[in-house]
């Protein structure tokens, strides 16, 4: 059977409940429920243990990341879940250090990760689709969502993970457009596992 750890990264804030990451956290639980995996949950701005969460990470087939896109990155509450877990895990549990050894200690960087599996980011962001991949548009100047996720991926790349596209429900502040994001949601699932 296939195990799904699924990570609610939202962190709440006056302008953001975190209601439509908690609603794609749970649609992806059922989906996955639905398959017969097994699933296991943790929303990092929460109380947590770190050697539970080093168990998730062990035990999953999958991880599944769900989060806002926050100041261009990764909400406090997963930062300091990162810090936290990734560092513990980093001494023998989810990677080997940093992936060198003494008798190379130029090469390899990065490349100490233990686990096996995949994993997936789903971001929600109040930019629109159109604000990336194009240099007309001065924020971004031509950068891509990847651009933005670079560290996270990286973050995982450290464990070990193998990355699944990432889904993007795109301008949910302003124009959001939840009943499609759901299908598009849903179908990227269905495409990807």
Known sequence: ?????????HHKYPYSAGQLNASLVERAETYFLAKGWEVQKTATEETYDVAAEIEKFKWADVVLLQMPLN?????????KYTDDVWGAGMMGEMSY???RSSESPKKNYGLGGLLKGR????????APQEAF???????F???SEDDLLLPID???KWIGLEKVPTFWAYDVMKNAQIESDFARFDAHLASHF
């Open 141 to 143: 100047a031509g950068r």
């Open 154 to 156: 990286l973050n995982f």
């Open 119 to 126: 994993y997936m980011l789903s971001v929600t962001a109040n």
């Open 133 to 139: 991949n194009d240099p007309d548009e001065k924020y």
């Open 1 to 9: 059977m296939t195990k799904v750890f699924i990570l609610n990264g």
């Open 71 to 79: 100041w261009m990155g990764m909400p406090w509450s997963f930062k």
């Open 97 to 99: 250090y940093d992936g």
